[in-house]
């Protein structure tokens, strides 16, 4: 199944956030969040060295969500609406047969620990199902307990461990994959699943039997 709407990310609203497409126009207002060093404790992701820099990045960025192609990318930007402060910003890599193998985020330090991250990846994974994805895969670095509790919240179940799968800060880390399936009709609903994934058809197979017991 093809994502619905390829080709276009699109604003979403939350009860304390706005996600915008993500542009280069986001550039110059994000710049100063991702030259706080914190941010690069538990994540890869490259440092720009300018403004402009960013603006190129992040303009090559909005053409990978463009044309036909077997994988896009789409990236938003997370406002607090009740002030318009710039707190940080979403992706996902979703490839053309529905599964999403990348679901990012990062937020400014500052914005830590006040649940905007869980309200927004909540609302990105429950668009992502919306427009056809049947699979969304994150990582994250072993050890970042409060991004895995964002995971967690927006439906994402834990699979495995990935050893030595990334680089941070220039170590070789150890990452935990985490999945979320589309669900039927709320709750949680495995749809598909590949042989070599049963410790996490276990998982998810767990959650769902405790969702229908609460129900």
Known sequence: M??????????????????????PEHAEA??????QARIYDWISMRQ????????RRWGEFSLQGTGEREEYFFGW??????????????????RADGVAVNVGYWFGPEYWGQGYASEAVLALAVHLSGQGVHEQRATVTWGNEASMRVLERAGFVRCQVLPDSDTVSGRLVDDIEFVRYRAASGGLCLLRARPDETQCVADILSEAAAWLRAG
């Open 2 to 23: 093809e994502p619905r709407g390829r080709g276009r990310a699109h604003r979403h609203t939350t009860p304390r956030l706005r996600l915008w497409p993500l542009g």
């Open 30 to 35: 994000l710049f100063p969040l991702l030259r």
């Open 48 to 55: 720009s060295e300018s403004v402009s820099a960013l603006a």
């Open 77 to 94: 930007a997370a406002q607090r609406a009740g002030n318009g402060a710039w707190l940080g910003a979403l992706d996902a890599d979703v």
